[in-house]
T-cell receptor, first 112, second 111 residues
Framework: GAGVSQSPSNKVTEKGKDVELRCDPISGHTALYWYRQSLGQGLEFLIYFQGNSAPDKSGLPSDRFSAERTGGSVSTLTIQRTQQEDSAVYLC??????????FGPGTRLLVL | GQNIDQPTEMTATEGAIVQINCTYQTSGFNGLFWYQQHAGEAPTFLSYNVLDGLEEKGRFSSFLSRSKGYSYLLLKELQMKDSASYLCAVRVRSNDYKLSFGAGTTVTVRA
């Protein structure tokens, strides 16, 4: 079946603008994760949704970052008033009941 | 924070064997994952270890020693397509599935 998809694949924006990144998880997967991957660094956990439970937002770096998941499926990560240090690849992953997380191709964000 | 260390880069010859080490110091342990990531692509799952010992899957094997906080990924009969970044990740808590990742090891396979 279809894997995790993300859009846009690339996004260039100006400092101070807001951006929205979208993730479509694998159908039926109840858990959804957002990670950030900066050049030369490991994946950094941002936020985690599990079913109808309150999301785990412990990894969000500032209050400029927020995410929602509508209807237990599609998720949107929003970054307000973008800064140059927000430039990174933003990866989404989903998981079924088993342990393995399946990643999407990522959105490459460049803030000028 | 969680510390997960792996070498930055490794180079090997086609047909050879390469071992990528990963050491971790985390506040808890509930499993260790290896992912492969080709440049510009999504990480793809390779292996999962939660008990000590060796898990073999074709040309790839993964080993875990919980007492030593140590794992390795062994790539045998290297092929050019194995050139990629290999990510070590630890699931720290049992009540969620968040992963803490190392920075990744870039493996370059030369002819």
């Amino acid at each position: 079946g279809a894997g995790v998809s993300q859009s846009p694949s690339n996004k260039v924006t100006e400092k101070g603008k807001d951006v929205e990144l979208r993730c479509d998880p694998i159908s039926g997967h109840t858990a959804l994760y957002w990670y950030r991957q900066s050049l030369g660094q490991g994946l950094e956990f941002l936020i985690y949704f599990q079913g109808n439970s309150a999301p785990d937002k412990s990894g969000l770096p500032s209050d400029r970052f927020s995410a929602e998941r509508t209807g237990g499926s599609v998720s949107t990560l929003t970054i307000q008033r973008t800064q140059q240090e927000d430039s990174a690849v933003y990866l989404c992953a989903s998981r079924s009941r088993r342990e393995t997380q399946y990643f999407g191709p990522g959105t490459r964000l460049l803030v000028l | 924070g969680q510390n997960i260390d792996q070498p930055t880069e490794m180079t090997a010859t086609e047909g050879a064997i390469v071992q990528i080490n990963c050491t971790y110091q985390t506040s808890g342990f509930n499993g260790l994952f290896w992912y492969q990531q080709h440049a510009g692509e999504a990480p793809t799952f390779l292996s999962y270890n939660v008990l000590d010992g060796l898990e073999e899957k074709g040309r790839f094997s993964s080993f875990l020693s919980r007492s030593k906080g140590y794992s390795y990924l062994l790539l045998k009969e290297l092929q050019m397509k194995d050139s990629a970044s290999y990510l070590c990740a630890v699931r720290v808590r049992s009540n969620d599935y968040k992963l803490s990742f190392g920075a990744g090891t870039t493996v370059t396979v030369r002819a």
